[in-house]
């Protein structure tokens, strides 16, 4: 089962290829660990492979301007680069496989 890995550095939060789960976070956070054990998860179980990444802003402050993240948490989804979804503070499961869905479709189509 995939897990998320904290990233050392902003710039892996850029991913370029491929489905990309980026949590953005603080560790006082209850709601992002939560997060970050059932993302992967809920993933699995649709079938999703994707990246898990997660990034501490109380280390890295300048990434909130980075990636215009003004409430944690944060969930990005991306795929080869693209933002396909962004979620603030609570996170709507329900809504984010709605969001994927079709361009995951069409994605795996090619």
């Not at 993302?39 to 990034?55: A, D, H, M, V």
């Not at 984010?96 to 079709?102: D, K, P």
Request: hydrophobic share 45%.
């Amino acid at each position: 089962m995939s897990a998320f890995t904290e990233a050392s550095h902003p710039d892996e939060m850029e991913v370029s290829s491929g489905l990309a789960f980026l949590l953005f976070s603080t560790p006082d956070c209850g709601v992002c660990d939560a997060l970050k054990l059932k993302l992967p998860q809920w993933s699995e179980t649709r079938g999703y492979q994707g990246r898990f990444l997660w990034l501490d802003l109380s280390r890295f402050p300048e990434a909130c301007s980075r990636f215009q993240v003004l409430s944690v948490p944060t969930l990005i989804v991306t795929l080869d680069g693209q933002e396909l979804s962004r979620q603030l503070r609570h996170v709507n499961l329900g809504l984010l496989q709605e969001q994927l869905a079709r361009p995951l479709a069409l994605w795996a189509g090619l």
